[in-house]
């Protein structure tokens, strides 16, 4: 393959939340603005602009987003093609993934990603309808199911097939509130223990309200460009030197197996080949929590430990700080806040930030290479990028 | 919430559990689908529709709290992913049970029951829900 290398020049990223004095413009546009000055470049540098956004036609009633970011950035007067991404859970991984691309075939040379949802102008209700627009409409949601009841199914399951506890599930919220009170950013920076998630109210059983990530407002961007330029606007440019994406069935029920997330194995297996690295090579990682069974899926499938083994290795402590891979050092889905479209473009920034050495009371020691994995429905679309200290 | 015709043209599957059998592999798919996914191409032309026999046994289950439009369900509600006895997997409701009762491979039917309602004077849409099988038999007797 003849790609050019791809690097990451700067990130921006707005505080998660029920942020009620900020419409979604004022988001993408705070996020845009951090990272453009974070690279230091001027916006007539700017070639393109690609935005990770599941559905504000539905929680703002407002399409067309990616044109709007680019107007309201100022980029309307340069013309600038601006493109929306689309891929439920996954849309923020998804247009990194196309900057990426764009970059990499030489087509644009400077191009700012950015992602972003505002959740919670609509009721919890309707916001959790519109989460669930990401599973089977017909055959899924229309029988009855919620998009944390689907996660339930394969919670029950895991448990079932490998005896993971329902404590272990807990542990992952723990973990997570723990490493998003380090984040200034974070929706919950209040550390939790496991009585906090067994005494919440159920969901769908197993699944109680700490086991799944909250509505959040917010939004991320990063600017990308070759990294042969990359050293004239970072000091410490941050190389993307892998990038997976694989789809799956749309409905849970047609999955070879609901206890393996299949795209999540073939996305990892397409980035590493692409990084040339291995599973231990990697230091921290932001995955896709956006219930507890997941991270436990996540980490079994990304490889880092065996099928079954996830739970327990949560339990022993294996994801934390002084674990084998840090994970979800900025608290994760759960902590850090999942405004849909921006989640993985988040995932980007807090990896770069940590192979910056910018990570402050979270900095995991000497991180080197970094992965980010991000997940559509319940596997039906996810993207992997692996990163790495240039 | 969906329109009528969008619930409609689903009822051949909704009310009589018509599938597809691809007569290229033999594999059941339900719900119906146009192109066998393992076959592709070879499955053109070979897909038939095919009603299945509505048992199966529950692979997967939850009792569902929160996060329904509660016009339409009576929380809590029991939500399972069935094995049905042809080998295709279906997400459905599982009633007149408790959801302690329950239990990976328990047996179940299927049966026809109100999914939704378009507001109090609207269009009821109906399809299958899941029954658990008390002391019934899925094997035929004369097997």
Redesign the interface.
Same mark, same amino acid.
Not at chain 1, 136 to 140: G, L, S, V
């Given at each position: 393959m003849s790609m050019r290398r791809v690097a990451v020049i700067g990130t921006g990223i707005t505080e998660f939340g029920e942020l009620w004095d900020s419409s979604f413009r004022k988001l993408g546009i705070g996020a845009g603005l951090a990272a453009v000055e974070d690279a230091r470049i001027s916006a007539d540098l700017i070639d393109a602009m690609y935005v990770g956004n599941m559905s504000a036609g539905r929680f703002i009633r407002q399409e067309h987003v990616a044109a709007l970011i680019a107007d309201y950035s100022g980029l309307a007067r340069d013309h600038i093609p601006a493109t929306r991404v689309e891929a439920a859970g996954a849309s923020g991984g998804l247009a990194l993934r196309q900057g990426f691309l764009a970059v990499a075939s030489g087509l644009h040379d400077i191009v700012v990603v950015g992602g972003a949802e505002k959740m919670t102008d609509v009721s919890d /209700?309707e916001s959790? /309808?519109i989460q669930?627009s990401a599973d089977?409409?017909?055959?899924?949601t229309?029988?009855?199911?919620?998009?944390?009841?689907?996660h339930?199914?394969?919670?029950?399951?895991h448990m079932?097939n490998y005896g993971t506890t329902r404590e272990q599930l807990a542990d992952v919220a723990v973990k997570n509130h723990s490493h998003g009170s380090l984040n200034p950013k974070a929706q919950f920076r209040r550390k939790i223990d496991r009585n906090v998630v067994l005494k919440s109210?159920?969901?769908?059983?197993?699944?109680r309200?700490f086991d799944c990530a909250p509505s959040s407002d917010g939004a991320a961007a990063v600017v990308l460009c070759p990294l042969d330029a990359a050293r004239k606007y970072a000091e410490t440019p941050v190389e993307i030197t892998g990038s997976g994406q694989a789809s799956d069935?749309l409905?849970?029920?047609?999955r070879k197996d609901?206890c393996t997330m299949g795209a999540t194995k073939v996305a990892a297996e397409r980035a590493f080949k692409m990084a040339e690295l291995a599973q231990k090579d990697v230091d921290v990682a932001e995955v896709h929590d956006n219930f507890t069974i997941s991270e436990i899926l996540a980490v079994e499938d990304l490889g880092f430990f065996p099928k079954g083994q996830g739970g327990k290795a949560t339990e022993e402590g294996r994801t934390s700080f002084e674990g084998d891979v840090a994970v979800n050092t900025s608290g994760g889905l759960k902590a850090r806040g999942d405004p849909i479209g921006a989640t993985g473009v988040a995932q980007a920034v807090e990896i770069v930030t940590q192979l910056r050495g910018k990570a402050d009371k979270r900095q995991v020691k000497d991180a080197d290479v970094g992965l980010t994995q991000n997940v559509g429905g319940t596997g039906a679309t996810v993207v992997v990028h692996i990163f790495r200290r240039a | 919430m969906a329109t009528a015709p969008r619930f409609w043209r689903e009822n051949p599957s909704r009310y009589n559990l018509v599938g597809f059998k691809c007569n290229s592999c033999g594999k059941y798919n339900f719900p119906p689908r146009i192109i066998c996914p393992s076959c592709r191409r070879k499955s053109v032309g070979k897909m038939e529709p095919v009603k299945l026999k509505g048992t199966g046994v529950i692979f997967s289950f939850t009792e569902v709290h929160e996060g329904m439009d509660e016009q339409n369900v009576q929380k809590p509600y029991v939500v399972a992913m069935v094995e049905m006895d042809e080998g295709a997997k279906i997400t459905g409701q599982v009633i007149d049970c408790d959801a302690c009762d329950l239990a990976i491979g328990t047996k179940v039917r299927t049966t026809l029951r109100k999914l939704s309602e378009e507001g109090s004077a609207g269009v009821i849409h109906y399809g299958y829900k899941f029954i658990p099988i008390c002391g019934e038999s899925t094997v035929s007797p004369d097997k």
């Open positions: /209700m959790s /309808m669930s089977d409409q017909e055959w899924e229309e029988l009855g199911a919620t998009f944390a009841s689907l339930a199914l394969i919670a029950t399951r079932h109210p159920i969901v769908a059983s197993p699944l309200m069935t409905a849970l029920h047609n609901i | -």
